[in-house]
Nanobody
Framework: QVQLVESGGGLVQAGGSLRLSCAAS????????MGWFRQAPGQAREFVAA????????YYADSVKGRSTIFRDSAKNTVYLQMSSLKPEDTAVYYC??????????????????WGQGTQVTVSS
């Protein structure tokens, strides 16, 4: 049974930092692609960042590039999203997702097979 469990969200002031975690289980990580997406109220879900588990290659949305780092700890089967210089517009529910086929576009949410329950990030001005 595939499980993705996010944690680490919370309330932070603008300019602050947060580290989100996604503990994964129930599938073969080595060939997967792990992504972070976010959805603000009234808006569509958008891509934030992704990484190939076996190579560590990373991808970022322009909106977070230079302010965020995605990385994985293979020993803990966990993917992290370290965010800094947070802005109020970063406020959203952040979702971890796993793409087991690694076939389509990395920033397309429809390419991901499994999703976590989400963790709220709120950035106050």
């Amino acid at each position: 049974q595939v499980q993705l469990v996010e944690s680490g969200g919370g309330l932070v002031q603008a300019g602050g930092s947060l580290r989100l975690s996604c503990a994964a289980s129930g599938f073969s990580f080595s060939s997967s692609r792990m992504g972070w997406f976010r959805q603000a109220p009234g808006q569509a879900r958008e891509f934030v960042a992704a990484t190939r588990w076996n190579t560590g290659i990373t991808y970022y949305a322009d909106s977070v590039k230079g302010r965020s780092t995605i990385f994985r700890d293979s020993a803990k089967n966990t993917v992290y999203l370290q965010m800094s210089s947070l802005k109020p517009e970063d406020t959203a529910v952040y979702y971890c997702a796993a793409d087991l086929r690694v076939f389509g576009r990395v920033n397309q949410d429809s390419e991901y097979d499994y999703w976590g329950q989400g963790t709220q990030v709120t950035v106050s001005s």
